[in-house]
């Protein structure tokens, strides 16, 4: 008898940790630019946040050391015969008791330029749950802690949620990323 396995539709998340030299000036920058973000998120709106919680998604602040540490992720998969793009990008900003609901950043009608969204964490507050889309999976559900540094890239069709229930501000930023064979 011979026994085997296959696994089947699994999911990937690529997870990369900058370091704090690296990550400081990012930091540095949204928290300066922290009430224009705000902002334009109350012009608007809040976009699918449930309790205090401030996003620029509909219009993004422009963040130069994030595309730095972006720019860095792209070397590296371009250095692996990728070619990588990253199609925007948006800040969040979360307090106590504050979720952003259960979301996707794909549309498998509309065709899009990205494949991956991703999650960088600013701070270790709250943390992403991921869910599963395939019902006969032993984990139907998997919760990332936020550290800072940790940036998350994940399928852009797999759904998940913000949340923080911790005192605290929570700072994330998402984007929307193209990575494809050369």
Sequence with gaps: MILD????????????????????????????????????????????????????????????????????????????GKHFEMINYWSAFYYENSIHNTHLHGNSIIKENHNYSSVLYLTDNGGTTFFS???????LEVFVKSKVGKLVLFPKMLLHNGLHNEKGERIIISSNIGIYDA
Excluded: A, C, W
């Design 5 to 80: 396995n296959l696994n089947i539709f699994s999911t990937q998340l690529k997870i990369f940790e900058f370091q704090n030299s690296e990550i400081q000036p990012l930091i540095n920058e949204i928290i300066e630019k922290k009430s224009k973000i705000k902002q334009v998120s109350k012009f608007f709106s809040n976009y699918g946040g449930i309790g205090k919680y401030y996003s620029d998604y509909r219009n993004p602040v422009k963040l130069h050391e994030y595309e730095k540490l972006i720019f860095m992720v792209g070397n590296l998969f371009s250095n692996q």
């Design 133 to 139: 889309s395939n019902s006969t999976t032993e984990e």
